[in-house]
């Protein structure tokens, strides 16, 4: 993203944008320019999803994005992008590492949900619990592995195959 106050510009990532809750990367005077957003390619799988009380308006108890390039059948980047799990929008970094030079198959996504604990430690608030935060981050996950894995087309998102 870029920042501008008056001449003066600056670039910065997204995810380096949020300092902690309620603060930004924003020195007086400064505001948001633009935001680079890159076009996707055949190699990428992209999705994002919002989980909130009310569609629309409404602050989100957990909202994603995920965005995976492979390549010969093996995943050569992942971002896996979360709100609601953490003061700030965060990544699942720890399980971003997991995911690089595997292929996107069922094992991994096990893989992935397992340690999906050791990136988050959600609050409970008057959103959602702590445990429903994590138990629909992790749905969320599987149901993009469902909606993009070409060997699957059933969408079984439940309690037993998330925890």
């Not at 870029?2 to 997204?14: A, D, F, I, P």
């Not at 992209?46 to 009310?54: E, P, Q, V």
Request: hydrophobic share 40%.
């Amino acid at each position: 993203m870029t920042l501008r106050k008056g001449e003066e510009q600056r670039s910065l990532l997204v995810e380096d944008f949020f300092i902690d809750y309620g603060k930004q990367d924003r020195l007086d005077g400064d505001f948001v320019e633009s935001i680079h957003i890159p076009f996707l390619d055949e190699e990428n799988l992209f999705a994002s999803y919002k989980i909130s009380k009310r569609r629309d308006e409404d602050i989100s108890a957990v909202a994603c994005a995920f965005s995976l390039r492979i390549q010969d059948e093996i995943i050569q980047e992942a971002i896996l992008a979360y709100g609601g799990m953490a003061a700030t929008p965060k990544r699942a970094k720890h399980v971003e590492g997991l995911l690089i030079g595997k292929s996107w198959t069922q094992e991994t996504l096990d893989v992935a949900l397992s340690d999906f604990d050791k990136d988050f430690k959600p609050l409970s608030d008057w959103r959602a619990s702590a445990d429903y935060r994590n138990l629909v981050a992790k749905n969320l996950w599987r149901r993009f592995f469902l909606e993009t894995d070409n060997k699957t087309g059933n969408l079984r998102l439940d309690r037993e195959a998330a925890l």
